[in-house]
């Protein structure tokens, strides 16, 4: 299963049924868990932990160094999960010092073309990043997110679940779960309604969540006053717990 023009590192753990492609060079501290494809021209370096199942097409370039200046060859890592596919041309940095090491991708994500994901992100599981979306250093994101094309995220800024970005976005603030943004810089354009109606949330679900979105988006409230109005709703809505909890915790502040 593995090509006879593939270089790979005598150092490398390969699974079973693992198929690396013409041309791929795999290096020495590289881990491939059982069932994966690898396509043709891919390159994956540094201390990279894959799991199974996994899709990887031709000319994507995974372990390498963090474009980061502070970064002094330490031993960080990638992980990446199960279940994944990660199209052509995508780049995912290892971690840095500087914050947990380790640069994470969960399962089952569908990753398209010329995706990056900078050092020290962590992206949880079934997103969907449409081709060159671009995560900075330290960005966080949660399950179900969706990134449209060409969306550029900030180092540091956090991207909720089930959130929804427009083509094009430039979000530089932390974007809230349930909410839909795009424009440069990006701006609240309702919830996503749709995704969340496909992923089986109830008609009384989806109501709790728009009557939160109004209070935060709507209402004219500051930011504290939302938060307070949106804490005896989410006694009674589990669902809203995320969205408290997103909007309590000191970041680059939210998309407003």
């Known amino acids: 299963m593995i090509h006879p023009t593939a270089i790979v590192h005598p150092g490398a753990r390969i699974g079973a049924n693992v198929s690396i492609g013409a041309y791929s060079v ?7 868990g059982d069932d994966t494809w690898i396509g043709p021209h891919v390159v994956i370096n540094g201390h990279t932990r894959i799991g199974t199942a996994n899709r990887i097409f031709q000319f994507c370039s995974l372990g390498e160094a963090p474009q980061d200046k502070k970064y002094g060859g330490e031993p960080t890592r990638l992980e ?19 914050d947990a090491g380790v640069t994470r991708l969960g399962n089952d994500n569908w990753i398209m073309a010329y995706v990056h994901l900078a050092h020290d992100c962590q992206v949880g ?25 060409f969306t550029g995220v900030h180092q540091f800024c956090r991207v909720g679940a089930h959130s929804f970005c427009g083509v094009g976005t430039v979000l530089v603030q932390d974007l809230p779960p ?12 309702g919830l996503n309604s749709e995704g969340l ?3 089986g949330f109830s008609a009384g679900t989806l109501a709790a969540i ?12 500051t930011l504290e006053e939302a938060r307070r109005a949106i804490a005896p ?23 407003r």
């Open 26 to 32: 795999i290096g020495e501290h590289v881990e491939i």
């Open 197 to 199: 109606k496909r992923r």
């Open 210 to 221: 728009k009557r939160a979105y109004k209070l935060l988006y709507r209402s004219g409230l």
């Open 125 to 149: 599981n079934n997103t969907i990043f449409a081709n060159n979306a671009t995560l900075g250093g330290h960005v966080h994101v949660g399950d179900y997110a969706i990134l449209g094309g």
């Open 233 to 255: 709703m989410a006694a009674k809505t589990a669902e809203l717990q995320p969205l408290l909890d997103f909007i309590s915790v000191p970041g680059r502040g939210i998309v």
């Open 80 to 98: 990446i999960g199960n279940r994944n596919t990660i199209r052509e041309f995508c780049t995912f940095n290892v971690g840095t010092a500087q």
């Open 178 to 189: 349930y909410v839909t943004v795009a424009g440069n810089p990006a701006k609240p354009h």
